[in-house]
């Protein structure tokens, strides 16, 4: 089954953060920057994006994800992702659902999808 089949669909999608591509390179120049689109259950790369080094892989985002249907699909991202503007372009643009990671240096929005009883027991 193709991506164009809607295999994406059927999945979670999940935005790899960008990595720099080991023994890639020539000497002397950077090695190549990807950002890449798995399937997590399939273990398949479906997309991979080279990020220039002077450009923010995060605009690089929709670029990535544009020839994958992504109707009903849950993407996933690291922090770097958790934007404002990923997740309108997910929701408004692609009807996609999405589960990004917050990390305490986001202490507002931390605070702002916390539950009540947060920081109140250890699970452990």
Request: hydrophobic share 35%.
């Amino acid at each position: 089954m193709s991506i164009e089949d809607g295999f994406i669909g059927r999945g979670v999608a999940a935005l790899r953060r960008g990595k720099n591509l080991r023994r890639g390179h020539d000497l002397g120049r950077q090695p190549p920057h990807l950002l890449s689109a798995i399937l997590h259950q399939e273990g398949l790369t479906i997309g991979q994006l080279a990020v220039d080094e002077k450009t923010n892989e995060i605009q690089k985002l929709p670029e990535l994800l544009a020839p994958m249907p992504q109707e009903r699909a849950a993407v996933t991202a690291d922090t770097m992702h958790t934007q404002r503007e990923t997740t309108r372009h997910l929701v408004e643009n692609n009807k996609a659902d999405y589960l990004l990671i917050v990390e305490d240096n986001q202490a507002n929005m931390r605070r702002y999808i916390a539950p009540p009883w947060a920081g109140r027991f250890s699970p452990w």
